[in-house]
């Protein structure tokens, strides 16, 4: 997933908002909102479920078998 920052400042003017108010709390929770729409926490939960899969794969076959207490 590629976030567009020239579509989201786009949409962030088109829904009223200006760069004057890029610390408010307002602004940071319509991006929120907006990144929520796009699915983008759902997509982030998925990518950290891969990596900490992938750390959490035994490297070796040794390590294998003492994960399943054959070793």
């Not at 400042?9 to 990144?35: M, T, W």
């Amino acid at each position: 997933m590629k976030i567009r920052l020239d579509q989201l400042a786009q949409q962030l003017i088109d829904d009223g908002f200006s760069s004057r108010e890029i610390d408010s709390d307002k602004l940071v929770n319509k991006i929120i909102q907006v990144l929520a729409d796009k699915d983008f926490f759902n997509n982030l939960h998925d990518e950290m479920t891969l990596i900490e899969d992938e750390k959490n794969q035994p490297s070796n076959r040794e390590e294998y078998l003492e994960r399943i207490g054959e070793f």
